[in-house]
């Protein structure tokens, strides 16, 4: 059973426009949340964080919204750029739980379109 | 500083055979995580190895295993290869090993073929 689910296989947006990718768990005992980005042929790069005592996260034209009733975290990038393009991967994990351990979702390809 | 590097890149082999691939973490990390990615199940954990003892695993079989050395150096071998395995497998490395505190760097992962 897939705890950490990304409902969006691809997301198309427009350069300049806010891309929101989404993410939602299952497992409460989760209490940390990170986005990946992956270009094709490449390993994840680490883009953004959230803890679970936090409600949003930013760090430049990424924003990280974590909502944990709902168990749903999202990702806010603006403005778009072409660059953004990429396959990107929510994960997660619980502090002090497994070592070196996070579960990823299948991710999302985003396409921003010049 | 350089990255997180694995060797080979790309790897094609046939059904019962077995492999082993290596990586190198970033200078100075402890941590090395393996991961497995294929299409449909996105990226699914293997195991974890810190101070040359594995101290987490995934849920999968026993035909996968891995060893870290005392500089750090991890590998990870798969016996008796099923078509099943192929994959990109993905090496990740941290000074703790705790997704809370340190980032998990990963390697450009090594493409497994099995035919």
């Known amino acids: 059973d897939q705890q950490v689910k990304q409902n969006s296989p691809s997301l198309s947006v427009q350069e300049g426009r806010i891309s929101i990718l989404n993410c939602d768990y299952t497992n409460s005992m989760f209490d940390y949340f990170l986005w990946y980005k992956k270009y094709p042929a490449e390993g994840p790069t680490f883009l953004i964080s959230?803890?679970?005592?936090?409600d949003k996260n930013e760090d430049g034209r990424f924003t990280v919204f974590l909502n944990k009733s709902a168990k749903h975290l999202s990702l806010h990038i603006v403005p778009s750029q072409p660059g953004d393009s990429a396959v990107y991967f929510c994960a997660a994990s619980n502090y002090g739980g497994s070592q070196g351990n996070l579960i990823f979702g299948k991710g999302t390809k985003l396409s921003v379109k010049p | 500083k350089a990255g997180v590097t694995q060797t080979p890149r790309y790897l094609i082999k046939t059904r019962g055979q077995q492999v082993t691939l290596s990586c190198s973490p970033i200078?100075?990390?402890?941590?090395v995580s393996w991961y497995q990615q294929t299409p449909g199940q996105g990226l699914q954990f293997l195991f974890e190895?810190?101070?040359?003892?594995?101290?987490n695993k995934g849920n999968f079989p026993g035909r996968f295993s891995g060893r870290q050395f005392s500089n750090s150096r991890s590998e990870m071998n798969v016996s008796t290869l099923e078509l099943g395995d192929s994959a990109l497998y993905l090496c990740?490395?941290?000074?703790?090993?705790?997704?809370?505190?340190?980032?998990?760097?990963f390697g450009p992962g090594t493409r497994l073929t099995v035919l």
């Open positions: 190895y810190f101070s040359e003892t594995q101290r």
């Open positions: 200078s100075g990390h402890r941590s």
């Open positions: 959230i803890s679970s005592i936090k």
């Open positions: 990740a490395s941290s000074f703790s090993g705790d997704p809370a505190t340190d980032t998990q760097y």
